[in-house]
Structure formats: structure tokens, C-alpha cells
């Protein structure tokens, strides 16, 4: 070919520099249209006289939030109830998180056992709760709590220290004492322990091929150090025991229905969907494999644990993804049922601020932030669990 | 989710204003339209709810309904949008709406930061506290560590706080944004008692399992003056709205009902001719037709009527004139001449 035609070829006749300025294009316009809608609303909201920014933060809520695992109280600023509010949608997701991949693991892998009973009841679960709507759900979890419990001063109290009403589950938690702290610490040593334990015996079992029980030695440590610590540090009993004053009860630890419901609810609703998505990345692992680690000697357990589930996790976690990403983002009904999470908080904040543009701007920001961390995490262990190519 | 679907039209209508924002000039709007656009609340019984035949009623719903008497001389040109607490302000500035008749609380931030005018007010409320006679409590200073259901959106939540801190106790609320979800909660023994406007409360006792069960604490802890809003910059409009307001009071205070309406228009006393237009002069100075107080009261009554109607002895929310009654009868309605 003759070269020099080749570098004549002017820019609107090259493919490849043409796509660049589509994409320069692209972003020019995006932008521009950004810039437009920004200054424009600006432009209004200064014409109306409405007052833009985020100075609200600094200055006093003056409103009560229903549970907060930090201080706060109505003379704290705007700003740190929204903190509040944001570590209550933090405490439901990551909870609710935890246990629905757990109940959803369990739901999927029953769905598929070979006992009938075992086998529909989990197809019946699945039907029954993907197919109503959550906020159905979580009306009817928050009902079923506020109409079934006594009230506070009839409160079921089925052992001491425990008592079950329509404010909640309270129940009686140790005092606070050092020896508490010395028990995290150890819990912590533990687990990182068990971090260079887990090298070891890998090492170990590719050297010499004897298998050792990590499992049944991790939870000794786990349960045994911190259990060390308490009593080394005057194993103290004292317990901080609710008692009932007046309206409510004081002392002790407090888990309220709202929480209780939304938690029910998430979890319930999630776990169905999960228990779909792990039974299709188990189904999709082709029989051959599993017949092939059985001719081997492979126990049951082992089948499922070294051979089955390897592969069907790389089938299973870009749609669990997907799911635990809306059990965040559903978590957002709480202010259906009174849970004060980040939505309600800023919703409180908007009204008494007007500062709406603002405030739905934060509320949008912090969910990207759950999910960007959520898939974060979810796509750095699913290239770590990917094939990897010898 | 829902509060997201809830919130975010309201945004998307404020990242709009420059499309839909005709800051003056809301009169010819409304004229070339024909009708004029209420934001109310539309699920409070009294001030705004469609009846079982899918008609509104309501005070807040007669006070818009006396705008467009005043404008068109036919009360039924009115469309209404329901609006939840936090969507109403940004749906009159981004112009969704003309007038925002909704049990809206006048407070200094409002009329500023929002860039919103206040008309009169059309009924002063304050916040009490709706409480289960069982219980034993005769007042709200015995109601330290109480869990308390609040309705958010409005200004309860700031008061209540501030209440319980002013009195050294201690609470804790419960927030449901569905009035509907929150009394069903209070009335299951959720709360120990619910706060809210006393007129709100009344509604929401009269719907209790056994309203009699139930009764209002003595301490209003808050004033509440509800008035139709408009947008800032149209001194016409707002003219309009308030004089429509003020139009239902100076009946009361003449003595013009919607029953002996064409009488007066015989009357000797040069007020009433005045205000009815017999002798013109008001109408044009606010842009209207010289019957539109006439219209008014023909199509909707006095303050009096409006009030008796919607929220009376006579309604199941039994609620007092009390500061609602006119100024020489021991309450605060009082009306600038007619002149």
C-alpha cells in the first residue's frame, strides 16, 4: 500500500479520531448542560430570594431523633444529626447485609436438597416474599410488633433482665468496665491471628497435603482470648439492668420495633431474591464436576466446599451485588414505619431549612457512597475469586 | 423509595423555575388559564379532603375556593394538588401552584429564607398533645421520658424538642410521615401521646377506634398561625389572596351571610355598599370585578359559615371559635375597613 495515501486520509474520513471527538463532543455537552441547569437554578433561587448553601450545618437541630448510637440531643447541630442519621442506615444495611446473605445462602442451598420437605418449603419462602412488596412488608412487621406486644407496664418479662413490649426489646447489657476494652483488644489480636494462621496451614497443606481444622481453631481463638482477657482483668459481673420509670424503661439496652420491623422486613424480602441467585450459580456448576470430586472420596461437605461452590460463587456475586445494593437503597422505606435513618434526618432537616435542593443532593451523595463502597468491596472479591489462568 | 418518589419531582420542578417561573403577572395567568391551582393538603379532614363523592372540602379548600369567586365569580374554578408537608413550598416557588392554601404555619424563615408572602391568616392554631385518658396524665409536664408520635414536615418536631428542654425532660419521638400509619401506631399503644396542631388532633381523635377515649392535654405549646401563601414579587396576587381572606372575616363582622346577601345589597350603610360593590371602587383598585366580595359570600359565605361548616360544633372535629372568633368577641379575626 501506498503510504503517503494513507496519511493523507483527512480527520472526518478517520474512524478512530473521529470517535475521539464524538467522545470530546459528548462531554462537552454533558457538561454544558451541568453548567446550564446549575447556574440557571442558582440564578432563580437568588432571584426568589431563597437562601442556597450548606450553612445550616453548624447551626442548632433543634429536633429529637428516636435512637442514635452517638450522643445527640436537640441543642447538637443539623450537622451532627445527619451523622446520626446516616449511622442508623449504616447499622440496618451492614446488619442486614450480614444476615441476608447468610439466611439467603441457607434458603438456595435447601431450595436444592434432596428432601421434599426441605425442598419446598424453601420454594414456598421464595414465592411468598419476592412476590409482595416490601413496603407491604414492612407495614405488616411493624403492625404485627406495635398490635401483638403488651404495653410497657404489662411488658412480657420471660427471664430476668429481659422484658418484651410495643417500645421493644430492652434488655439488661454489662456494665461498662476495662476489662471490656482489654476483651475487644484480645478479639482483635485474634482475628489477625487467625489471618497468619490461615497462611500458614495453606503453606502447610500444599507442602504436605495433611488438611488441619482452621474452622473449629479460629472460633476457639476468637472466643477464647477475649474470654482470657475478662477474666485476667477481675471478671466483672456487675450488669446495668432496665427498670421500668414512669412512661419507659430505663437502663439497659433498647432495640426498637421500628428497627426490629425495617431489619425483619430487608432481610425477609432480600434473602428470597439471594436465595434465587445462589441457586442458579450452584445449579450452573455442571454435574461432571460434582460426580468427578465424588469419585475422588471427597465427603459431601467437601463436594460443596472445594469443588461446587468455588465456581459457583464467580455465577453468584455480581447479582448478589445487584441485591444487597437494593437492600441499602430499600432501606430508605424506613420512614414509612418511624426507623430515623439518613432519609427521615434529612428530610426533617429539609423542611425546617427549606433547603431542599441541598438536602436531596446529600441524601443522594451518601447512597452513591453505600453503593460505591458496597460494589467496591463485592468486585474486588469477585476478581479475586475469578479464574485465574495458569 | 417513597419518600424518594416524593421529594424528587419537587427538586426536579426547582432545577426547572426558569422554564415555568412567571414572577409577576400571577392574575393574567390565572385568567388565561381559568382556573386557579391550590396546593392543599388533601388528606385532612376539615381543611382539605375530597368528601365520599370525590368533592373537596374543607376551610383550607373554601378559603381557595373564595380566590376564584373573587377572580371569576365561580368558586368551582379551582384545581387542587394535594401536597405532602415537605413538597409545599417548593411546589408554589417553582410555580406548580398559584396559591398554597394548606394548613401552612407563617413563621419568620418562611416568609424569608423561602421567598414566600403570607396573606392572612385564615385560622391561628397552636401544638397540644392528644393523650389516653387511662393513663392518668392531666398535664404535659408530667410527660417526662414519654414516647411521643410525631407527624414530620411541619414545625412539631422543633416544637416538641424545644418544649421537653424548656421543662428539663426527656422524650422519645417516633416519626411516621403518613398521618394515617403514625395514628394507627398512637392508637395501638405505640406513643404515649401524639403531637400535633390541636386542630389536626382533633381530626385525628375523631377517627380513633373510641374517641372518647382520648383527650387534649391543657397546654397549647406553640402558636401556629395557618395562612395561604404565595411567591414572593407579585404584590397584585398577593393583594388578591388576602383580600379574599379578609373578605370572609369583614362579612362576618357586617353581618353579610350567604343567606341575607341580596338583601344587604339594599342596605343604607355605606360600608356594606362598599363591600359589595353597589358603590365601585375596591374591585378596580385590586385588578377585579367590583362583585367580587359579593361573589364570595353569594358562593361561599362568611367566616363564620366557612368556619361552622368544615370544623365546628357541629362537625366531628367539635372545634371552638375560640381565638378564631372575631375581635369583639374575644378572639383575633379582625378585618381592615373596606375602603
Redesign the interface.
Known amino acids: 500500500m501506498d503510504t503517503t495515501a494513507v496519511k493523507r486520509i483527512p480527520f472526518f474520513r478517520d474512524p478512530s479520531k473521529l470517535a475521539i471527538l464524538y467522545q470530546i463532543l459528548s462531554i462537552a455537552g454533558v457538561a454544558l448542560l451541568a453548567y446550564y ?1 446549575i447556574s ?2 442558582l ?3 437568588e ?5 442556597t448553601g450548606f450553612g445550616f450545618f453548624a447551626k442548632e437541630s ?5 435512637e442514635s448510637i452517638i450522643d445527640y ?3 447538637d447541630s443539623y450537622g451532627r444529626a445527619l451523622v446520626v442519621g446516616f449511622l442508623n442506615t449504616l447499622i440496618v444495611s451492614l446488619i442486614g447485609i450480614t444476615l441476608t446473605v447468610f439466611l439467603g445462602s441457607f434458603i438456595g442451598i435447601a431450595r436444592l436438597s434432596s428432601n421434599w420437605l426441605v425442598a419446598k418449603l424453601s420454594a414456598a419462602y421464595i414465592e411468598l416474599f419476592q412476590d409482595i412488596p416490601i ?1 407491604l412488608q414492612l ?1 405488616f412487621w ?2 404485627f410488633f ?2 401483638m406486644l403488651p ?1 410497657p407496664r404489662q411488658a412480657l418479662n420471660p427471664i430476668d433482665g429481659l422484658f418484651l413490649c ?2 421493644g426489646l430492652i434488655f439488661a447489657i454489662p456494665a461498662w468496665h476495662t476489662a471490656f476494652l482489654y476483651a475487644g483488644i484480645a478479639f482483635i489480636v485474634g482475628l489477625i491471628i487467625i489471618f497468619f494462621l490461615k497462611r500458614w496451614v495453606a503453606k502447610q497443606q500444599e507442602a504436605t497435603g495433611r488438611s488441619f481444622p482452621t474452622v473449629k481453631v479460629s472460633i476457639a481463638i476468637l472466643l477464647g482470648l477475649p474470654l482470657l482477657a475478662w477474666l485476667v482483668s477481675g471478671a466483672p459481673t456487675e450488669m446495668n439492668t432496665p427498670a421500668l ?4 424503661f ?1 437502663g439497659g439496652i433498647t432495640i426498637s ?2 428497627f426490629t420491623a425495617l431489619l425483619l422486613g430487608l432481610v425477609l424480602y432480600t434473602a428470597a431474591f439471594v436465595a434465587e441467585v445462589v441457586r442458579a450459580g450452584i445449579q450452573s456448576v455442571s454435574k461432571g464436576q460434582k460426580e468427578a470430586a465424588m469419585s475422588i472420596g471427597l465427603k459431601p461437605g467437601l463436594v460443596l466446599n472445594l469443588v461446587v461452590l468455588p465456581q459457583a460463587l464467580r455465577v453468584i456475586i455480581p447479582p448478589l451485588t445487584s441485591q444487597l445494593l437494593n437492600l441499602t ?2 432501606s ?2 424506613a ?4 426507623y ?1 435513618d439518613f ?2 434526618v434529612a ?2 432537616t ?3 431549612t ?1 433547603q ?2 441541598e ?2 443532593a446529600l ?1 443522594m451523595i451518601v447512597y452513591l457512597i453505600f453503593s460505591l463502597s458496597t460494589s467496591a468491596y463485592m468486585n474486588w472479591y469477585n476478581k479475586k475469586i475469578a479464574i485465574v489462568e495458569r | 423509595m417513597k419518600q424518594l418518589t416524593r421529594v424528587v419531582p419537587s427538586v426536579v420542578a426547582a432545577l426547572c423555575l426558569s422554564a415555568s417561573i412567571a414572577m409577576a403577572g400571577t392574575l393574567d395567568d390565572v385568567k388565561a388559564k381559568g382556573f386557579i391551582q391550590a396546593g392543599v393538603n388533601g388528606d385532612l379532614f376539615g381543611f382539605a379532603k375530597p368528601d365520599s363523592k370525590g368533592v373537596w372540602k374543607g376551610l383550607d379548600v373554601d378559603t381557595a375556593r373564595a380566590i376564584a369567586a373573587a377572580i371569576f365569580g365561580d368558586a368551582d374554578k379551582v384545581k387542587y394538588t394535594p401536597l405532602t408537608a415537605k413538597t409545599r413550598f417548593t411546589a408554589l416557588q417553582s410555580g406548580e401552584i398559584d396559591v398554597l392554601t394548606r394548613n401552612a404555619t407563617q413563621t419568620l424563615s418562611r416568609d424569608t429564607s423561602l421567598g414566600l408572602n403570607f396573606a392572612h391568616v385564615n385560622f391561628y392554631d397552636g401544638q397540644g398533645f392528644l393523650i389516653k385518658k387511662d393513663l392518668g396524665v392531666t398535664s404535659a409536664t408530667q410527660l417526662d421520658g414519654a414516647s411521643v408520635c410525631v407527624l414530620p414536615g411541619t414545625t412539631t418536631e422543633q416544637n416538641v424538642a424545644d418544649y421537653f428542654r424548656v421543662h428539663k425532660m426527656t422524650m422519645n419521638p417516633v416519626v411516621i410521615e403518613n398521618t394515617a400509619e403514625l395514628s394507627k401506631a398512637f392508637f395501638a399503644g405505640r406513643c404515649d401521646c401524639m403531637t400535633s396542631d390541636a386542630s389536626q388532633l382533633a381530626g385525628i381523635r375523631a377517627v380513633a377506634p373510641t374517641p372518647a377515649d382520648y383527650m387534649l392535654l391543657p397546654e397549647i405549646i406553640s402558636k401556629e398561625p395557618l395562612a395561604p401563601a404565595v411567591r414572593h414579587g407579585d404584590d397584585q396576587w398577593l393583594d388578591i389572596v388576602n383580600y379574599s381572606v379578609l373578605a370572609l372575616i369583614a362579612a362576618e363582622e357586617m353581618g353579610i351571610t350567604s343567606e341575607n346577601i341580596d338583601e344587604m345589597l339594599k342596605s343604607t350603610d355605606p360600608k356594606i355598599l362598599r363591600f359589595l360593590g353597589v358603590s365601585p371602587g375596591n374591585g378596580e383598585s385590586l385588578g377585579l370585578d367590583e362583585k367580587w366580595a359579593y361573589n364570595i359570600i353569594k358562593q361561599v359565605g362568611n367566616y363564620a359559615e366557612v368556619f361552622e361548616r368544615n370544623v365546628g360544633a357541629q362537625t366531628p372535629l367539635k372545634i371552638e371559635r375560640g381565638l378564631n372568633a372575631l375581635w369583639n368577641n374575644g378572639g383575633l379575626m379582625y378585618s381592615p375597613p373596606f375602603k
Do not use: H
Not at chain 1, 47 to 51: A, F, G, L, T, Y
Not at chain 1, 245 to 248: D, E, I, Y
Open positions: 441547569l440557571n437554578t440564578a432563580n433561587l432571584r426568589q430570594s431563597i437562601s433543634a429536633f429529637e431523633i428516636g440531643s436537640s441543642a413496603l407495614f411493624y403492625a406495635y398490635e404495653s410495643n417500645r420509670k414512669g412512661f419507659n430505663k420495633p421500628e437503597k430499600n430508605s422505606l420512614v414509612a414505619i418511624g430515623p432519609v427521615s428530610g426533617t429539609i423542611n425546617q427549606g431542599a435542593i438536602g436531596v441524601i
